[in-house]
């Protein structure tokens, strides 16, 4: 209820007027390819993802197995940066690996 004296609205009306929405998730992938080593997809999904040796692991056989492999799900600002952090550590180490992201 709106407080008489100054017009003010109390914290149930305001929220009630503007819903509080959760950002949208995208899911960051690395895809196979011939050339990139399993050590090098091992070390980009511990340094970059700070995934542990046995979870890097098992990305790295999805990706190798099925193709992709999720690396986690971030906002697309952290998304983004992955992605292009992955590219740059890449290309720097001579390995075309591809990463991309998706929405949720």
């Known amino acids: ?3 008489p004296f100054t017009g003010d609205r109390s914290d149930s009306e ?14 960051v992938l ?9 050590d090098f997809v091992v070390e980009i999904l511990v340094r970059v993802f700070h995934r542990t040796e046995a ?5 790295m056989l999805s990706v190798h197995n099925q193709g992709y492999g999720v690396c986690g799900v971030y906002t697309a600002e ?3 940066t992955k992605v292009d952090l992955v590219h740059r550590l890449a ?6 690996l591809k990463c991309s992201m998706e929405g949720e």
Not at 14 to 27: A, I
Not at 30 to 38: S, V
């Open 55 to 59: 979870q890097a692991t098992a990305i």
């Open 91 to 96: 290309k720097s180490a001579g390995f075309p």
């Open 14 to 27: 305001l929220l009630g007027q503007h819903e509080v929405k959760e950002p949208k998730k995208y899911k």
């Open 30 to 38: 690395l895809h196979n390819d011939d050339y990139t080593t399993m």
């Open 1 to 3: 209820m709106s407080d």
């Open 78 to 80: 952290v998304a983004e």
